[in-house]
């Protein structure tokens, strides 16, 4: 049983900048792969960036390629979305996922453990 929690999320505007953290409980973190996905109202959950379990191999959605970075910090049990350059477009509710393996993961399905999710809102 792993409880993921998120925070970070807020109002920026256009071309701004936030960070995500998701915070993880429990030893078996540093063996999950962990992937950040977002959910904007009246559309469907969508893949954002995924880490595996030692952090060395990312893959991130077209979408956002270039602009945010996911990292973890094991020892801390928590992983980061560096979100920079924000458009409209961006706004959503994040949430943070994590399931055991070695690999990173894209598909919602993958992941069994889910956070709370956190609100983040780009004005332009």
């Known amino acids: 049983q792993v409880q993921l929690v998120e925070s970070g999320g807020g109002l920026v505007q256009a071309g701004g900048s936030l960070r995500l953290s998701c915070a993880a409980s429990g030893r078996t973190f540093t063996r999950h792969g962990v992937g950040w996905f977002r959910q904007a109202p009246g559309k469907e959950r969508r893949f954002v960036a995924a880490?595996?379990?030692?952090?060395?191999?990312?893959y991130y959605a077209d979408s956002v390629k270039g602009r945010f970075t996911i990292s973890r910090v094991n020892a801390k049990n928590t992983v980061y979305l560096q979100m920079n350059s924000l458009a409209p477009e961006d706004s959503a509710v994040y949430y943070c996922a994590a399931r055991t393996g070695y690999n990173y993961y894209i598909r919602s399905d993958e992941y069994d453990y889910w956070g709370q999710g956190t609100q983040v809102t780009v004005s332009s």
């Open positions: 880490i595996n379990w030692s952090g060395t191999s990312t």
